[in-house]
């Protein structure tokens, strides 16, 4: 059935979750495992706590040791199991977009996602970057709970 399971993370606990259950259905299945975080380019003029106080040079240092820690709990939960896995991290100011094209781009036939839940006004401003995959994927979306 799947061959090719596309894992996003962004490092919360709800996604350190979806990996584990993700690698666990990958086992299961016999599938390889891409793994992909987004993180947001560098702006001169942010309110994002990591951007305010850093230099270009240095925000791009830290985004890329916090990529390797989101990154890295994916490795270790392939690794465990047994599992083939590649990791990529990318930069958008839209990480769904970068989830289905990488999912395109890399043949993968389902995106296993966490779901992360907003409500109220705030899901209807902001939205979720789960819910913009489902709008935009091509391929099925397993979302995890």
């Given at each position: ?25 990958a086992k299961?299945i016999?599938?390889?495992i891409?793994g992909?975080?987004v993180?947001?380019?560098f702006h001169v ?7 305010v ?10 985004v ?20 083939e ?10 990480p769904?977009e970068?989830?289905v094209?990488?999912?395109?781009e ?5 995106i ?10 705030r899901a209807l401003?902001v ?7 489902l709008?935009h ?5 397993l979302?995890?709970r």
């Amino acid at each position: 059935m799947f061959k090719h399971i596309l894992i996003p993370t962004d490092g919360s606990e709800l996604s350190n979750i979806a990996i584990v259950n993700g690698v666990k259905f990958a086992k299961e299945i016999n599938a390889k495992i891409t793994g992909l975080t987004v993180t947001t380019p560098f702006h001169v003029f942010a309110v994002e706590a990591l951007q305010v106080g850093d230099t270009a040079e240095r925000y791009s240092t830290d985004v890329a040791a916090l990529a390797a820690r989101n990154l890295n709990v994916l490795k270790e939960a392939a690794a465990k199991a047994g599992v083939e896995c590649e990791l990529v991290h990318r930069s958008s100011e839209h990480p769904y977009e970068e989830i289905v094209t990488l999912a395109q781009e890399r043949g993968c036939d389902v995106i296993f996602q966490a779901s992360h839940g907003r409500r109220g006004v705030r899901a209807l401003i902001v939205g979720s970057e789960t819910n913009k995959v489902l709008t935009h994927s091509k391929i099925p979306v397993l979302v995890y709970r």
